[in-house]
């Protein structure tokens, strides 16, 4: 018998145990008794889960990604919320506080009876709401799908942590790792909302392209790059839903392999300061392309880079009127290979003139054949997403939420630090400039992030840090006005000019002098919010050696103490095979 043909023998008969059990206890499935450990198997946990784990790492885990899961319950918790709450369903959390609002005006009666009326009015709308909790199926709840689960610790902790659901299912194409997922749902008494299944990812998808069979939510964490994914998924999603996609080959996608970049994304990455903002920017960029083929496009809810990889949550409509502003969304990167300035070329055009939309062509380039400031040629990259990443709105009230109740996440102190920082980000400005990088250019001494900040807020700009770099200046100051700030900084802290190259980028832009006098002066709108609360925004490496592992084959040498799982070894016999 081949070794798949056991596997889906022993996820049958799991099923069939699971049933049993089921049954006995008068199909209460929160009365199923928990599996017993087999020999070998640990115990992990995480958030409101407990995880069984076999001995020979069977099944891939990476303990990092807690701020991943943390972040990904947050955001499907608000999601659930708002959506839910058009279907009359209230969504309760466990530690939650109620926000109560109290009358403060004690000598108007005539007010205090007015606001007494509208409290009772709203308790009684509440009173009259479906009530969703943790663990409990929810009949107007959401439908949940995560293609790539692995052991199930995501899916279970949906069950365990997210009200109004209706049900997860929970996919691997593992036979061993979807038994996994079936014993690991009856372990923590989420059967009942939680079902295993073993497809390939894609397939399950396309077969719930149907609009009555979508999903509400869809989770997709690969090991590596979602791309070959993403078609299925932006089928497979109901009207509004959500996608949350993970891109872990930021190798590719911060340009080390444009073209490789290419093939997967229909966009090509170039290696800037600015590579993990571009990388969002690319994977948005082929979500709206791939959806826009079915008349569907994007809107992003809030796209993070953290530690070695990316985060995109984004809803997906349907209109073609919409997807017609597709182009116009999209933008191609002029990056000077010599100081690093950039400019963006939007891919349409449409006229603000017209009663009537009318699209057309953008013009440009944007760019001459040479770099206006150092006279090196530039890279082309893109196209990439040019409009916001992030919706402000959702993002308030999922930092909100997070900071309302910190004991429901082990991460929410920086879930907090870094929502905290998106909120301050300008939405409307692509990108962003490094100091070091800008310094390294001209040789110079690096000027204090409050200071750099000061002088673009003095000369009229508008400027913020980014989450995915603590060294940014995201601002909407054209280049020739950061130079100019540059040059003005050089002069207070002068380089050795004699030592410059006449053909070097730092000779050419310091030949010029500044158009603007700078002013260093610390404003304290310079400073940001996040900043002064000390909040954690830019997280720092655990431990050494503690980014995403190689796909492990063969014994692992950690033995016990290994925390991360393998792919057991291939027989002769699967050779063979």
Not at 300 to 310: A, H, K, N, Q
Not at 456 to 475: E, W
Request: hydrophobic fraction near 35%; charged fraction near 25%.
């Amino acid at each position: 018998m081949k070794s798949d043909q056991k596997d889906s023998l022993g996820l049958n008969l799991l099923m069939q145990n699971a049933t049993q059990a089921h049954l006995l206890t008068n199909g209460d499935p929160k009365e199923t008794p928990p599996p017993e450990l087999l020999p070998g198997e640990t115990v992990v946990k995480e958030g409101k889960a407990a995880i069984l784990f076999p001995n020979a790492n069977e099944v891939f885990y990476n303990p990092v990604q807690e701020f991943n899961r943390d972040l990904t319950c947050a955001v499907i918790t608000e999601f659930a919320r708002d959506l839910l709450a058009e279907r009359g369903v209230k969504v309760v959390v466990p530690g939650e506080k109620e926000k109560v609002l109290v009358s403060l005006t004690e000598e108007d009666p005539e007010v205090d009876a007015e606001a007494d009326l509208t409290t009772e009015k709203k308790n009684g709308d509440e009173e009259s709401a479906v009530v969703a909790t943790v663990g409990e199926k929810c009949e107007l709840g959401l439908r949940v799908l995560e293609g790539l689960a692995a052991s199930g610790l995501r899916s279970v902790r949906f069950a365990l942590e997210v009200p109004g659901l209706l049900s997860i299912t929970a996919n691997d194409f593992s036979a061993k790792a979807a038994a996994l997922i079936a014993r690991n749902a009856q372990y923590n008494g989420v059967s009942h909302l939680l079902q295993a299944s073993c497809k390939d990812a894609s397939m399950l998808m396309y077969e719930k392209r149907g609009k009555k069979e979508r999903y509400d939510v869809i989770d997709l964490d690969p090991y590596g790059s979602p791309s070959h994914f993403l078609d299925a998924a932006v089928q497979a999603v109901s009207e509004g839903g959500l996608l949350c996609i993970t891109c872990t080959d930021m190798a590719v996608m911060a340009g080390n392999s444009g073209e490789t970049c290419y093939s997967k994304y229909g966009s090509v990455s170039i290696k800037a300061k600015y590579c993990h903002e571009m990388a969002l920017r690319i994977i948005l960029h082929s979500l709206d392309q791939r959806a826009g083929v079915y008349q569907r496009y994007i809107q992003p809810l809030l796209s993070v880079s953290v530690d070695f990889y990316i985060r995109v949550f984004v809803r997906v409509f349907t209109g073609q009127a919409t997807v017609k502003n597709s182009a116009s969304k999209q933008a191609l990167v002029y990056n000077c290979v010599g100081c690093g300035s950039f400019h963006l070329q939007r891919m349409g055009g449409i006229p603000s003139h017209f009663v009537h939309m009318k699209y057309s062509a953008a013009s440009g380039p944007p760019v001459g054949t040479e770099c206006e400031h150092c006279g090196q040629r530039h890279q082309l990259g893109g196209p990439l997403w040019a409009e916001p990443i992030h919706d402000s709105q959702f993002v308030h009230k999922v930092l909100s939420a997070v900071a309302g109740n910190p004991s429901r996440f082990g991460t929410a102190k920086r879930i907090e630090g870094m929502l905290s920082v998106v909120t301050e980000e300008l939405d409307d400005v692509p990108l962003y400039y490094t100091v070091d990088s800008l310094s390294s250019t001209i040789h110079c001494n690096t000027p204090p992030l409050l200071k750099f900040r000061s002088a673009l807020l003095h000369a009229g700009h508008r400027v913020s840090i980014s989450h995915a770099c603590k060294n940014a200046i995201k601002t909407d100051a054209p280049s020739a006005a950061i130079w100019d700030i540059m040059r003005c900084w050089e002069k207070m802290n002068p380089v050795k000019r004699e030592k410059l190259s006449v053909t070097s980028p730092a000779f050419k832009i310091l030949s010029t002098e500044p158009s603007l006098e700078a002013c260093f002066t610390a404003r304290e709108d310079a400073n940001p919010q996040s900043r002064k609360r000390h909040l954690t925004r830019f997280q720092e490496n655990p431990h050494a050696f503690w980014g995403p592992k190689a796909r492990a084959k063969g014994t692992c040498t950690q033995g016990d103490v290994c925390c991360y799982s393998h792919d057991p070894p291939i027989t002769e016999e699967e050779k063979a095979e």
